[in-house]
């Protein structure tokens, strides 16, 4: 499987920005996608194809791709945004792969 | 308003198959533009994509559990299947099935996902 590189934690404070990162070889040709996990629930899309935002998705989420790193923004994090987050995308050989998620504690 | 439902038995014994089915409703799984896909959760753990199959049975399947795993379509009952052979605790996981979607420039738009359904290994 394709190997994604994210910080196990990222802690902000009500208001702030948070921003998770995602780091993986192929992701200069490869998009990003992202995901948000509450607890107890499924997965939910937030971000896709790098920028793009799912209908109904907050526009304090946004998403940015440079070289081998992508980025997850939020723009003045949210007590409800408390969640762990994945990465997901592809290599080149058609591997997929997920990072290892990034728990967001927003308090 | 599309749902994916998992269900199979939530307790497999070390050695024997896994065997779980996704039923789709409010969409067809005979649909060109979707994978049907394979997700599992180790308790505590993070996600791992398993596999997919396309609407004409097209499959593609993880490298580190390609020889144990087989996904297939049913078009006529709109459901999709996974079995997992050869388990052992390492397989007990929550396992998702979700919709996967070509958002126009790559697939990994996965939407929705079902409930997940928890198999122990025991």
């Known amino acids: 499987s394709y190997e994604l590189t994210q910080p196990p934690s990222v802690s902000v404070s009500p208001g702030q920005t948070a921003r998770i990162t995602c780091s993986g070889g192929?992701?200069?040709?490869?998009?990003v996608y992202w995901y948000q996990q509450k607890s107890g629930q499924a997965p939910v899309l937030v971000i896709y194809e790098d920028t793009k935002r799912p209908p109904g998705i907050p526009e304090r989420f946004s998403g940015a791709s440079s070289g081998t790193m992508a980025t997850l923004t939020l723009s003045g994090a949210q007590v409800e945004d408390e969640a762990d987050y994945y990465c997901y995308s592809t290599d080149s050989s058609g591997n997929h792969g997920f990072g290892g998620g990034t728990k967001l504690t927003v308090l | 308003q599309v749902q994916l439902q998992e269900s199979g038995p939530g307790l497999v014994k070390p050695s024997e198959t896994l065997s779980l089915t996704c039923i789709v409703s409010g969409a067809s799984v005979s649909s060109g533009n979707y994978f049907w896909t394979w997700i599992r959760q180790p308790p505590g753990k993070g996600l791992e994509w398993i596999g997919r199959v396309s609407y004409s049975g097209t499959t593609d399947n993880s490298p580190s559990l390609k020889s144990r795993v087989t996904i297939s379509i049913d078009t006529s009952n709109n459901q999709f299947s996974l079995r997992l052979n050869s388990v052992t605790a390492a397989d007990t996981a929550v396992y998702y099935c979700?919709?996967?979607?070509?958002?126009?420039?790559?697939?990994?738009?996965?939407?929705?996902w079902g409930q997940g359904t928890l198999v122990t290994v025991s």
């Open positions: 192929a992701l200069p040709k490869k998009y």
């Open positions: 979700a919709r996967d979607l070509f958002s126009g420039q790559s697939y990994g738009y996965f939407d929705p």
